[in-house]
């Protein structure tokens, strides 16, 4: 029974549990009941994965309407990756949250804040699960609305202006994708991503088709922050509370990602990408990213906003990693994906329990705290090392593979882009560790002590995960290249 | 266990520093290199392979031959000496930082691959950084940053070359690389940044002299030497290398005269002594091989105790500027003596360790008829005693007296300076022994008459040169003034610059804004509204610049989609 309906149990189970959390009294309850419902989306999340390895693509009709008539849940090695990248991220957040929640969100908005926490995640699920465009739509909708939500629970005012300006490009990005499939459904009548499969090589000639792709790949670019259009992310990731920060930071951009290589190797033919613009200006845009948004991180005097623009850049490599257009560049791309989640995790995680004991994290205010929270400076340490990509880490293997695609096609300008980007990221990480040891404490800092468990475990699991992955690759390249082989990516 | 690759052991020691405190951790910080030493001599061959599979690619972090064998035993020795001296500090951080340092070096020069290599040289990179950021100063922790960029970016230059490698042939190993290939030049400026070639040692005359007292003694044994190691397996017989080696070993001498700070003097002639290693490696016959490794041995050592006794004075004075020291001979009377050891030593004086080294490179320059570059080598070793012989231990100790009479160092400090001292006189008396360990068959005997008597001319001569511009006041003074070197333009140079094109682009781009503005302005007294400079243009509210953007990627899109694809 689980076993058949495991594709519809994760969106369903976080979507029900949604409500009766919001409406929980105050108090720890709603918590907990969220904590379950995350470990039970990972469990299930883990077990599709593995059904998948074992059994292949799994295909789920919902209400028994056969597609393409019925909306389709189709779920392959890519989609149960995301899922449960996602879902993962959010059982190893929930621990974390009880205590940062607790002091950074007002009491009475807590059953509220889960509530707004679970729809998010049965959105981000819903997305990865389902193999219908328009649903895609529909589940964008539903995590970009909790989301922006979740972002102005920020104490500070300046969350409600980034949430604001979060909302009118979250809106603005799945209109365009709305208008993007509105445009391909006038030209096929369908909207099931399989049929639309074998529908559109006949149709690759037609200027509508072109449009409604430029409108899709824009429309998600948007949710993705890919260079220029990451304006929103920054101040997002700076003013939302913690929790929130390392729950989008860590997922969000990922399944906008998933959905660029769905539509761009599933539901659009295979030589689409380098017969049109998109493979250049993903190359284009991801090199400018990985090259400005480094510089920018060095300068910023906030930890969270050097993070958020260091995420900037880690999209970067991925979309460089999908611009290169070839089975080497994707399986990068994917093998990223996972690693950055790993890696962004721990360091907001790290910071955040910085936020719990003093209550801010610009550069003047954590000078010394490195010496007084051991633990929390060892893991922004090692997840910094990481992101520079220095062997030994999962960091390293993404750059690895990236660079190994880069090669491939000569694209040595790209290279060069890779190793300026790893040394910027040397500095701007530098600058945090100088900031967090080598600086005498402030006097008002003397009494701060290490952050509690509670929030130290989650942060190690991902910090621990992080070396894992760099010295043991065989589960992240293995599911990339099946991922690769079932996209059905060209080598070059 | 005899499969146990020797960096091993100082990494289980580095943890368990972490853990000890007191008289148990100053028991494993000694008996490290020391099993470490023995080890190699027991299980590391000459010939052994041994390749670990990882990340599905095969890793050799063994591969041992005569060269490796020669530094692995030198860096273990060198090791052992700098951590006596550094055995009053009571610090886990650069206790563990030297553990790992020396370990990561021990490791490079036995990697048989240039992954392992590259792991190896950013690990060298980031815990020889923490003995530059122990000292605590401002300056320190700035020039720590410059220092660590530069030594992440040879480990980068490393890598790109090995994976260009990698494609190119599909094999990793290191062995003699050359310079046909884009990679071998990549690497090339990999080494080239470690071993300081000119216009990219910045960060050796930044650095090291803003290291701790003894931080410095552990930076100034490995970096370079693992650089030249390095050179020599990779670029042996690359004739560039020899002219490269020249202006090494020529252009500091000028920098090392004028400077002030004694261990940035030290840190010059330690280029400078890099250059005469880089350019026996560019001969590249067995005679300037050896001499190559010889010289480095002798350096190692002789350098680590100039080092040493800049460090004890620093940590009695407190600073290392000579204009503010003199005298200081009458209280710390063996650290003096020490002091004129390692400067006869540098200066290659028959009988202590430089001189038997040092001629065997010279001697190669000439055997293959380099003779014009012989001369520029001839005025670089008259340079050396000039500036590291005489000027060292003369404005520190003697010269006139600032008054200062500091306590001599600590015991351990004396000891370990005792056994630098021991050792350049038992190379410089005793080089068969040396001479017996090196890769190469060695034919050649220094002590012939030609030999000393040509270099103590040499050195008299220079020596007389000095005394004679100290009589007649022509000496450059020791001032406290800044020397501009090449670190400048990145320093100062490049951020002004940038800091003024900031301001520049500021300015054009208001300036261009007002122009596009005005017409704008009068197309709206026109057209009563202009809403495309009001949301399109300006960037204060990013939520209409991000819009703005939207639409040129639209449309920039759709125009290359319809007409250029």
């Not at chain 1, 969220?34 to 799994?58: E, P, S, Y």
């Not at chain 1, 981000?124 to 970009?144: H, K, M, R």
């Not at chain 1, 998600?220 to 220029?228: D, G, T």
Request: glycine letters at 8%; charged letters at 10%; a neutral charge.
């Amino acid at each position: 029974m689980i076993q058949n309906n495991l594709s519809l149990l994760l969106v369903v189970i976080p979507l029900v549990a949604a409500p009766i959390v919001a409406i929980l009294p105050r108090g720890r309850l709603p918590w907990f009941l969220t904590l379950v419902v995350t470990f039970v989306c990972a469990a299930l999340a883990g077990m599709q994965l593995w059904t998948i390895m074992a059994n292949g693509a799994i295909s789920y009709e919902l209400g028994g309407w056969a597609p393409p008539w019925g909306i389709e849940y189709r779920v392959d090695v890519l989609n149960a990756l995301v899922a449960l990248i996602v879902s993962g991220v959010a059982a190893l957040t929930l621990p974390y949250a009880l205590l940062s929640a607790e002091k950074e969100i007002p009491e009475h908005q807590i059953p509220l804040f889960y509530g707004a926490f679970l729809l998010c995640l049965t959105g981000l699920l819903g997305i990865t699960q389902t193999g219908d465009i328009f649903n895609v739509f529909v589940f964008l909708e539903i995590s970009s609305l909790s989301s922006y939500a979740l972002i102005s629970l920020g104490r500070q005012r300046q969350a409600l202006t980034s949430a604001y300006q979060y909302l009118i490009m979250g809106t603005l990005g799945a209109t365009f994708f709305l208008i993007g499939v509105g445009l391909i459904y006038s030209q096929t009548g369908t909207l099931n991503m399989m049929d639309l499969a074998q529908r559109l090589p006949e149709l690759t000639g037609l200027k509508t088709v072109h449009t409604g792709f430029a409108f899709l790949m824009i429309g998600f670019a948007l949710e993705l922050a890919l260079f220029p259009l990451h304006l929103w992310l920054p101040n997002a990731y700076t003013y939302a509370p913690t929790v929130v920060t390392i729950f989008l930071a860590a997922t969000a951009t990922k399944v906008a990602l998933y959905v660029m290589l769905r539509i761009l190797y599933t539901v659009f033919p295979n030589g689409f990408v380098s017969s049109t613009p998109t493979g250049d200006l993903f190359v284009l845009s991801g090199i400018a990213a990985i090259l400005s948004a480094s510089f920018y991180a060095i300068y910023q005097v906030n930890v969270k906003r050097l993070l958020a623009y260091s995420s900037v850049a880690q999209i970067g490599y991925m979309a460089l990693g999908i611009g290169l257009a070839s089975a080497k560049g994707v399986t990068a791309t994917i093998i990223h994906l996972f690693n950055h989640a790993l890696m962004k995790g721990a360091l907001f995680m790290a910071v955040g329990a910085i936020i719990y004991r003093i209550g801010a994290c610009r550069m003047d205010n954590i000078h010394g705290l490195g010496r007084q929270m051991p633990w929390t400076f060892g893991a922004i340490v090692i997840a910094g090392l990481s992101l520079i990509g220095v062997p030994g880490t999962a960091g390293f293997v993404s750059k690895w593979y990236l660079v190994l695609a880069a090669l491939e096609q000569q694209a040595f300008i790209s290279v060069a882009a890779i190793m300026v980007g790893s040394l910027l990221a040397v500095v701007y990480i530098g600058k945090i560790i100088e900031a967090l040891y080598f600086k005498p404490v402030a006097e008002a800092n003397l009494a701060v002590k290490e952050a509690p468990m509670l929030l130290l475990t989650p942060t190690w699991v991902l910090v621990i995960a992080n070396i894992y992955f760099g010295l043991n690759t065989t589960f992240t390249v293995g599911i990339a290249e099946h991922a690769v082989r079932v996209l059905g990516v060209a080598a070059k | 266990m005899n499969e146990l690759p020797p960096f091993a052991l100082y990494f289980i020691a580095a943890l368990l520093v972490l853990v000890t405190r007191g008289t148990l951790r100053n028991i494993i910080l000694l008996a490290t290199p020391v099993i470490a030493a023995i080890h190699i001599w027991l299980n590391i061959e000459s010939g052994t392979v041994s390749t670990t599979s990882i990340l599905s690619l095969d890793l050799t972090f063994t591969r041992s031959d005569k060269l490796s064998l020669v530094f692995a035993y030198l860096f273990c020795l060198a090791s052992l000496i700098a951590t006596i001296f550094a055995l009053q500090v009571k610090d886990t951080k650069q206790d563990v930082a030297g553990l790992v340092y020396a370990g990561s070096a021990l490791g490079a020069v036995f990697a048989g691959d240039l992954i392992t290599l590259f792991v190896f040289f950013e690990l060298m990179a980031v815990s020889s950084v923490v003995f530059i950021w122990a000292r605590g100063t401002e300056r320190a922790i700035d020039a720590g940053m410059r220092y660590l960029v530069f030594q992440v970016l040879s480990g980068v230059l490393l890598l790109a070359g090995a994976l260009v490698q990698y494609q190119a042939t599909g094999s990793l190993a290191f062995d003699h690389i050359g310079l046909d290939s884009t990679a071998g030049w990549l690497i090339l400026a990999s080494f080239g940044i470690k071993s300081a070639f000119p216009f990219l040692h910045g960060w050796i005359t930044d650095g090291y002299p803003e290291a701790t007292a003894t931080g410095t003694v552990f930076l100034s044994s490995f970096t370079t030497k693992v650089a030249v190691y390095a050179l020599a397996r990779g670029f042996a017989g690359e004739e560039i290398l020899v002219y490269v080696g020249i202006t090494m070993a020529c252009f500091p001498i000028f920098y090392a005269v004028i400077e002030n700070d004694l261990r940035k003097v030290l840190a010059y002639s330690l280029i400078n002594q890099v250059g005469f290693m880089v350019t026996g490696i560019g001969i590249g016959t067995a005679l300037a091989l050896n001499g190559v490794v010889a010289h480095a041995v002798s350096h190692v050592i002789y350098k680590g105790l100039l080092f040493m006794t800049m460090g004890a004075v620093l940590y009695r004075v407190g600073h290392i500027n000579g204009s503010n020291l003199g005298g200081l001979y009458k209280t710390m009377p063996k650290t003096t003596a020490f002091c004129i050891v390692g400067a006869l030593s540098i200066s290659a004086f028959p009988l202590f360790s430089g001189f038997i080294s040092k001629s065997m490179v010279m001697s190669a320059l000439v055997k293959e008829d380099y003779s014009y570059l012989w001369l520029f080598m001839l005025f670089a070793s008259a340079g050396v005693f000039h500036h590291a012989g005489i000027k060292i231990p003369y404005f520190a100790f003697f010269a006139h007296d600032s008054g200062l009479r500091p306590k001599e160092v600590p015991a351990n400090m004396l000891f370990a300076m005792g056994l630098g001292t021991a050792l350049c006189i038992f190379i410089g008396t005793q080089p068969q022994y040396l001479y017996a360990l090196l890769p190469w068959e060695v034919d050649y005997w220094p002590y012939d008459t030609t030999h000393v008597l040509a270099q103590l001319q040499l050195l008299f001569f220079s020596a007389l040169a000095f005394v004679w511009l100290n009589k007649q006041g022509l000496y450059p003074p020791e001032l406290r003034s800044t020397n501009l070197d090449v670190e400048w333009i990145y320093r100062k140079f490049l951020p002004a610059g940038l800091h003024r094109g900031l301001i520049f682009f500021r300015g054009a781009r208001e300036a261009t804004m007002t122009a596009a503005i005005a017409p704008m302005h009068s197309i709206r007294r026109s057209f009563l509204q202009s809403s495309i400079a009001k949301y399109h243009l300006s960037e204060s509210w990013p939520t209409g610049s991000m819009v703005f953007w939207v639409s040129i990627i639209l449309i920039a899109y759709l125009l290359l989609d319809f007409f250029v694809y």
